[in-house]
Structures are given as structure tokens and as C-alpha cells.
């Protein structure tokens, strides 16, 4: 059965809750202050089941809002979900100030459908009725209401008169509404939360996108808290399953009634973000005083509410009736997705101002201003497919995880493929792994690898390669970026890697002759002097090569490990560290201990050698030191 939302819209006292009763047969002021002062204050809640004209049954919510001007935040906890509004003019009173402030709050909501509807038509004659008429067809001419296209059904829910036409209309634009996408990430804003007795918590709201059902695990935001459905009801019928455009109650357990508010948000769980900073498109009304850069509004989506600050892309004020792109900073930590649509209201004195559309929740802290508003004009005109492109490109080298892609577009992984699939296709990204990258930026990073590569080699001629880590920082990459251009590099024979040594291509290490008679002599002092190891300038000066080139032999021998240097003047062959813990391992037999004196006896070594060799076996985890003694572990 399609479900579609239909929500009342209009002014205080246009009889909105007579004509749901009168449609629905269910009373929607449901508070004790409704009753007695005969208006709506908060949001009620209906429903119908009517049969399209092709006999398809379709099931009808119906959400009431306050007509009020003090409840207008009320009013837009309401209508954030709906499918269809049912804007209310009463025949004697005609269009009034919250007639004007609800249709433009719907016209920048851009709900999709709407019908006008004259309440109270038995309270006039026939030409005032006919005076009303033209009176609001001009009111939303060139609107989603316009009546060109859009029905204008006068009513009286006192004797029932154009009741049944008006029944027929909701039917044959429920049958034209496209049905939600049920396949999103679940998404359902809260607009009531309560206790009931043998059931415990229960929320309330419009399943805006996805589904649910009993037993599955979601998300609580902005808390972050995990929370299971033990029930599912849609439309007062309990169910196991809800799906997006529904009226749905869920029994939740993992939570306690005063842990949740109107405004907070149930998800899918671990894949989506709250956020404090959203780049929108902005529209302000016409009869708007103009915004001025860093101003603070009422921000309203969905059933949230909380106070932002506008930062303009584009100059320092917009003007009334105009758009442009801004940042909205908000107070409180806000759950939107792109495409979600938002309402703004004056801070001081609160009326609404104008709209707003999410163009990116998550906004890079570094994007420069004439790449930013490319940027969003790319996310709200551009298909799926060039919108994913230009955030992925945005990343540049650090690439995009898919994970993130979830989160900052709301859509699934499996939706997600196909669009990753088609830019792999045509070569505009390259994927490693869940990271996705631009191909521009991949082959930048390339060039910059290979041209670091060359630059050490001219450097260091003597030397086999850079360290993959060195090299990593030098460039400023992401680990597994790292890994792939150096996978790539190597199928591409532009690059060796040998351990942890990275290298051009052809570029290792050769040695002249006298080159490697002098590399030879180096080792060979140190590996005979043991643990009495000589002064490496000593060494270097019984060479034949100049001094300049032993110096880069010794970096060599250094690079590949023959010697180990401890400090400035201290470098020990590796064969005689390798017989040191030899040494050490024979003398724990006897004892666990050691200190510094039975040390220099055991090695003898002077105190000079002892407290370096003592502090390198210690960072070798071969000793720990307690105090003035060693633990040989």
C-alpha cells in the first residue's frame, strides 16, 4: 500500500483541525491546553485510507500543525517530511499573516504537491466565495499552488460539503507523488517522544528515508547512543516493518524517555555524521530585510531547531528576494545530508526569512574560495556521478574513503558502486582499496614521487634508496596512497623497492673499485676493533679516497645497517653489538642484574663506551634500567 504525508498548513482559527477531523474522524488536539482554549499548540496526528482511481489503496498521514504565530516553530517540526500540503483559507476571513508566512515556509520547503482548500464555506455566500476565489488564485499565482495546475476545493466540515471532491484530489495527486527512496540510509526525525505503560519509550515521527523494522539495531543522534526497536506501529498499526513515508512509532529499548527531545534524529548505524558547519544555497523572500554576513538566525530541519551564524560565500549581504552560497555555523550539532532543505528565521523579532538548501555537511576547512563555490555549484546542478567526482577531487592526494562518501552523500555503499564503477570506467579516479582517488592528483603525486627519488639519488650517489617512511613524510601521503603509487611504480619498472629502501629504477648502488676497497677497509676497522671501536675520522684518514666520498661510504654502511652509530663519534660494527648480547644472554645465567662497574669488567670497555652501549641495549628492550642497575630481560 502506497503511504504518502499530508500536512495542514494556514492560519490561526481557519478550521485545520475541524477539516482533519472532518476527513479523518480523528480529533488531532489531543493536549488538555487545546481543548480548553480551542487551538492547535502543537502538532496531531491522522490518518485515511482512501482507493485511487485505479482502485490502488493508499494510506494517508496526516500531520496538523498549529496556525498560531506563536507556534510557527511547531508548525516546522511538522511539515519538514511532507508529500502534500493542504493549505487552509477560511471563506470569512480570506488570507491573513499566517497564511502568507506557512506558504512561503512551503514554497521553500519545495513541497512538491499541494491543494488550497476554503474552509467554512457555509459561513459566506456565493460571491464572497467567488471574491475569496480570486483572491487566492492571484495570492499563489505562479506558485506550486497555482491553480492552473494545482486544485483550489472549497469545504465545510460543519455539513460536509466538498468533502468527497476533496477526498478525490488527495487521491489522484497521492497516485502522482513519487514514492520515497526505501533503499537510503533510515532516517526518521523525532517529533514526539513519551512513555506508555507495558511498552516503555516511544518515538514518533516521519520516516523520511529507508525503513526499519522490529529488532533492528540504529543509531541515536546527536547522542550517539546504539538503541534497539522492539516494535514497530504505522498509522496506530502495529507491524514489522516501516518504510520511508510513513507515519511511524517505534517502541525503542537502550534508551530512557528523558534521554530524547523533539529534534533528535534515529539513523542506520556507524554511517552517518553530525555536523556543526553546512554549506547551503540560500533564498531569501522578498519582503526580507537584507542579510548581512555573520548574522545569526533560527535554523529549522526537520524537527530540529538551533541558532546559526551565516557566513556569505559571496560578498556582505544578500539581498531580499535574492540567493547566493553561505556556511551556516551552527550552535548545536545538526544531522543533515545533501538535498535536505532547511528553514530560516530572524533572530530578533523571529519571523521567517528564507530557506535554504544542504549543498555539503561537511565542508573542508582549507578549500580555497575560488575552488569553493565551483565546488557547490558542482554538488547542486551536478548528477551523482559529477557530484561524487568533485568531492573525491576536493581530497586531492589524501584520497576519499568510501566510508566518508557514505557519510557526506547518505547513500549506501551498494547505491554507491555504480557511480564509483562508471569514474573507473572513464579513468577519473583511481580506487585502492575503499580509497578512492582523483586521477589528476594520483598522477601529480606520482610525478612528485619520481622526482623526489631523482633528487635523492643526485644527493646521495652512494646511498642504495630512501626509506619508504622518509619518503612518505617527504611527500606528505597517505599511507596507503604510499603503497599504491609504489605498487604502481614497480609494475611500471620505474621504481625498486629492496626492504625497506625504495629506489629509481637501475639506480642502485655501484661502486668503483677504489670505492669498494675503501667500503671494505671501513668495515673491516670496525669489525676488528669490537667494542674498542676507533674514532671514525681515524679510519677515514688511512683511506685513498677523498674524504668527501668516505663520508658517503660510511652513510652507505650506516643506511644498510654494517655499522650502528650511538653518537656522534660512536659508530660499532653490527657483528660486535651482535656478540654484546651474546654476552649479556651467557651472563644472566648468573645474574639478572647488572650494573655499570660489573658492566665495563664484564666488556672491557671504558666508561666512555659503557653508558652509550648501556642506554642502546635498553632501547633494544635487551635491558631495562631500574635505578643504577640494568635488568637483562
Known amino acids: 500500500m502506497k503511504s504518502i504525508i499530508i500536512g495542514t498548513a494556514g492560519h490561526i482559527d481557519h478550521g ?44 494517508c498521514g496526516f500531520i496538523d500543525v498549529p496556525g498560531h504565530e506563536r507556534f510557527v516553530r511547531n508548525m516546522l517540526a511538522g511539515v519538514g517530511g511532507i508529500d502534500l500540503v493542504l493549505l ?53 499565482r505562479g506558485s506550486f499552488l497555482d491553480t492552473s495546475h494545482s486544485p483550489l476545493v472549497a469545504v465545510s466540515a460543519r455539513t460536509g460539503a466538498g468533502l468527497d471532491e476533496l477526498k478525490k484530489e488527495i487521491a489522484r495527486l497521492a497516485v502522482e507523488i513519487p514514492a ?53 506501529q504505522v498509522h496506530g498499526n502495529t507491524t514489522e516493518r516501516a518504510s520511508a513515508g510513513q507515519r511511524t512509532a517505534l517502541n525503542l529499548a537502550g534508551v530512557s524517555l528523558e534521554e530524547l527531545s523533539r529534534g533528535m534524529t534515529l539513523t542506520a548505524p556507524n554511517a552517518l555524521e553530525t555536523t556543526r558547519q553546512v554549506d547551503v544555497r540560500l533564498s531569501l523572500l522578498k519582503d526580507a530585510k537584507p542579510l548581512k554576513n555573520r548574522a545569526r538566525v533560527h535554523l529549522h530541519a526537520f524537527t530540529s531547531e538551533t541558532i546559526a551564524e551565516v557566513a556569505l560565500h559571496e560578498g556582505n ?39 535554504a538548501v544542504v549543498l555539503d555537511a561537511f565542508p573542508g576547512r582549507r578549500q580555497k574560495k575560488d575552488a569553493l563555490l565551483p565546488f557547490l555549484k558542482a554538488l547542486g546542478n551536478g548528477s551523482r556521478q559529477e557530484s561524487l567526482l568533485a568531492r573525491i577531487q576536493r581530497r586531492g592526494q589524501d584520497g576519499f574513503p568510501v566510508a566518508d562518501a557514505i557519510r557526506e552523500t547518505g547513500l549506501r555503499k551498494n547505491i554507491l558502486q555504480p557511480v564509483i564503477a562508471a569514474l573507473l570506467q572513464q579513468k577519473q579516479i583511481i580506487q585502492a582499496g575503499e580509497l578512492l582517488i582523483g586521477t589528476e592528483a ?21 646511498v642504495a634508496g630512501i626509506s619508504k617512511e622518509e619518503l612518505r613524510e617527504k611527500l606528505g601521503l597517505t599511507p596507503l596512497v604510499m603503497e599504491t603509487l609504489m605498487a604502481q611504480l614497480t609494475h611500471d619498472k620505474k621504481a625498486e623497492v629492496a626492504g625497506e629502501l ?31 671501536t676507533p674514532y671514525m675520522n681515524e679510519v ?60 665495563k669488567d664484564l666488556t672491557g670497555v671504558s666508561r666512555k663506551y659503557a653508558i652509550p652501549l648501556l642506554e642502546y641495549l635498553d632501547r633494544e628492550r635487551v635491558t631495562r634500567r631500574v635505578g643504577d642497575e640494568r635488568i637483562i630481560l
Open 16 to 59: 485545520k483541525t475541524a477539516l482533519v477531523r472532518a476527513l479523518t474522524g480523528i480529533d488531532t488536539d489531543r493536549l488538555e491546553e487545546e481543548k480548553r482554549r480551542g487551538i492547535t499548540i502543537d502538532l496531531g496526528f491522522a490518518h485515511l485510507e482512501l482507493n485511487a482511481p485505479s482502485g490502488e489503496k493508499l494510506r
Open 88 to 140: 487552509v483559507i477560511a471563506a470569512d476571513e480570506s488570507i491573513k499573516p499566517q497564511t502568507r508566512e506557512h506558504f512561503e515556509i512551503c514554497r521553500l520547503l519545495s513541497i512538491p504537491r499541494g491543494i488550497t482548500v476554503i474552509t467554512k464555506s457555509d459561513l459566506v455566500d456565493e460571491e464572497t466565495l467567488s471574491v475569496v476565489r480570486l483572491e487566492i488564485e492571484e495570492f499563489v
Open 180 to 232: 520515497r527512496d526505501t533503499e537510503a540510509l533510515f532516517r526518521l526525525p523525532i517529533d514526539r517522544a513519551f512513555a506508555m505503560k507495558g511498552f516503555g519509550t516511544v518515538i514518533t515521527g516521519t520516516l523520511i528515508a529507508g525503513k526499519v523494522q522490529k529488532e533492528d539495531e540504529v543509531e541515536l543522534f546527536p547522542a550517539h547512543k546504539p538503541v534497539r526497536i522492539r516494535g514497530v
Open 317 to 355: 549581504e544578500l539581498k531580499p528576494g535574492s540567493s547566493g552560497y553561505a556556511r551556516l555555523r551552527t550552535e548545536d550539532p545538526v544531522l543533515l545530508l545533501p538535498g535536505d532543505r532547511a528553514i530560516l528565521r530572524q533572530f530578533s523579532p523571529v519571523i521567517t526569512i528564507g530557506g
Open 442 to 462: 594520483f598522477l601529480k603525486a606520482r610525478e612528485r614521487m619520481l622526482a623526489a627519488l631523482e633528487s635523492f639519488h643526485k644527493a646521495n650517489p652512494l
Open 502 to 532: 625504495v629506489r629509481l629504477a637501475g639506480r642502485g648502488v655501484e661502486l668503483k673499485d677504489e670505492e669498494a676497497k675503501a667500503k671494505t677497509q671501513i668495515e673491516q676497522a670496525f669489525s676488528a676493533a669490537g667494542l674498542k
Open 540 to 599: 677515514l684518514n688511512k683511506l685513498r679516497v677523498d674524504k668527501t666520498r668516505a663520508q658517503k661510504l660510511v652513510t652507505l654502511l650506516l643506511r644498510d645497517r654494517v655499522l650502528v652509530k650511538l653518537a656522534d663519534d660512536l659508530v660499532f660494527h653490527q657483528s660486535a653489538l651482535q656478540s654484546l648480547r651474546q654476552t649479556l644472554t651467557d651472563y644472566k645465567s648468573k645474574s639478572a642484574k647488572i650494573d655499570v662497574a660489573t658492566f
